[in-house]
């Protein structure tokens, strides 16, 4: 079945740009996803792909798939103290249900 | 409503005890979602609705847990007899369209004491 991983941590510096890796092994997955969570909160929907694309830009967000590696890559642009979250990457598997990465916490350093 | 609704947003209970946790979906998404949320970890998914059936329940990890959706919107999961493995955050989404990603509610944060 479909395995999602990701780094657990990333630092950067505020005004920097962050970059999240995540790696998935279904290559038949069609939707891929960025979510993101904050401290207490739900996961919010930020961005996503569908697998015949190879990039989608939205404002700070920069979103590239590399299908050939099944690399998945979120960039932040200018990152801000209120971009510090988790950030979960998830694939569709062949009944379209998510499957899930443990999580990158990105922590932004003044 | 405007977006996915659960309640209780906290629910703390004894062992051994039955819990009834609510999602009330977004109106007019047919497919809604339960996940399980454990400290630092990925969702895990617990049930899929389509309407008022369970497409995939294969998620549950036992038969003390259950969840129903009478009237394809609002859902209940009923977790009986709780354990204190059972304590997480019990995610909801919904969803009106593959592809375009699932809108999770805040989540009921479970501790069983």
Known sequence: GEDVEQSLFLSVREGD???INCTYTDSSSTYLYWYKQEPGAGLQLLTYIFSNMDMKQDQRLTVLLNKKDKHLSLRIADTQTGDSAIYFCAATDSNYQLIWGAGTK???KP | ?????QTPSNKVTEKGKYVELRCDPISGHTALYWYRQSLGQGPEFLIYFQGTGAADDSGLPNDRFFAVRPEGSVSTLKIQRTERGDSAVYLCASSG???N????GSGTRLTVV
């Open chain 1, 106 to 108: 990105l922590i932004i």
């Open chain 2, 101 to 104: 990603g699932y809108t999770f």
């Open chain 2, 97 to 99: 369209d593959r592809g």
């Open chain 1, 17 to 19: 740009s962050s970059v």
């Open chain 2, 1 to 5: 409503g405007a977006g996915v609704s």
